[in-house]
Antibody
């Protein structure tokens, strides 16, 4: 059974940094692109970042480009999202999802971790 | 790129069919076959219901179907059941290595 478990969320002040992790199990992690998708309170879904199976190619939404960095450690079956220069508008539940932006659909999602940016 | 356009709400009675639209442009929905639909119940993670316009993942009932015409994709739920009440989101590859979501549609089973 595919399982994705996010961690690392919490309350952080504007301008601060946070690193989210997503532990994966139940599939060959290195064979699949992975993504982060966020959902602000009461709002819709917003794609944030994606990374190829080998980790050599990464993509970010314009709204986070230059501030967020997606990465992965295939030896640990773990996906990461380094978030710097956080803003109030980054407040959201962040979901880790198996899949990418095109050929591999987002077919499995974690339960999400809440990031709150507030002073 | 702008979010895809979905109606904020849709509704139907048990047993009826309802169709939710998702309108984009020729640069996203109209230009690629990579359209997906997700179901999200309150307080839970989204669940993939349709991918590549009309394909159903294993375990998704065949009451759910997808289609596309031009720049508009559609999700049809036939034989509505109470458990189908949820938010539904479409997504499409937007070119330039990005993914675009729709604003979401709240489906109410009357």
């Amino acid at each position: 059974e595919v399982q994705l478990l996010e961690s690392g969320g919490g309350l952080i002040q504007p301008g601060g940094s946070l690193r989210l992790s997503c532990a994966a199990s139940g599939f060959t992690f290195s064979s699949f692109s992975m993504s982060w998708v966020r959902q602000a309170p009461g709002k819709g879904l917003e794609w944030v970042s994606a990374i190829s199976g080998g980790g050599g190619t990464a993509y970010h939404a314009d709204s986070v480009k230059g501030r967020f960095t997606i990465s992965r450690d295939n030896s640990k079956n773990t996906l990461y999202l380094q978030m710097n220069s956080l803003r109030a508008e980054d407040t959201a539940v962040y979901y880790c999802a198996k899949g990418g932006v095109s050929t591999t659909p987002l077919d499995c999602w974690g339960q999400g971790t809440l990031v709150t940016v507030s002073s | 790129q702008s979010a895809l356009t979905q109606p904020p709400s849709a509704s139907g009675s048990p047993g009826q069919s309802v169709t939710i639209s998702c309108t984009g442009t020729s640069s996203d929905v109209g230009g690629y076959k990579y359209v997906s639909w997700f179901q999200q119940h309150p307080g839970t993670a989204p669940k993939l219901m349709i991918y590549e316009v009309s394909k159903r993942p294993s375990g998704v009932p065949d009451r759910f179907s997808g289609s596309k015409s031009g720049n508009t994709a559609s999700l049809t739920v036939s034989g509505l059941q109470a458990e189908d009440e949820a938010d539904y989101y479409c997504s499409s590859y937007g070119g330039s290595n990005n993914l675009i979501f729709g604003g979401g549609t709240k489906l109410t089973v009357l």
